[in-house]
């Protein structure tokens, strides 16, 4: 299996932490594809565990239902 490669654009926030493994947000682009949002736990070697990725227009559609949720 080949490694991934990623670039991180931009570190937007860490949101937790356990047992050194941090919860992140971030701008990365995977392989050269266009950038997108990366929500995922980073393990302590820098290396990325599971995580979910969401185009821009993805991450806009979810923080306006978690803003508008009563």
Do not use: Q
């Not at 929500?39 to 923080?63: D, F, Q, S, Y």
């Amino acid at each position: 299996m080949a490694d991934v490669k990623f670039n991180l654009i931009k570190h937007i926030c860490s949101f937790s932490e356990n047992k050194g493994y941090r919860k992140e947000i971030n701008l990365i682009s995977w392989n050269d594809d266009p950038a997108v949002v990366d929500i995922r736990n980073w393990m302590p070697n820098g290396r990325p565990g599971k995580g979910i990725t969401l185009t821009p227009e993805e991450a806009k559609k979810v923080a306006e239902a978690i803003l508008n949720e009563e």
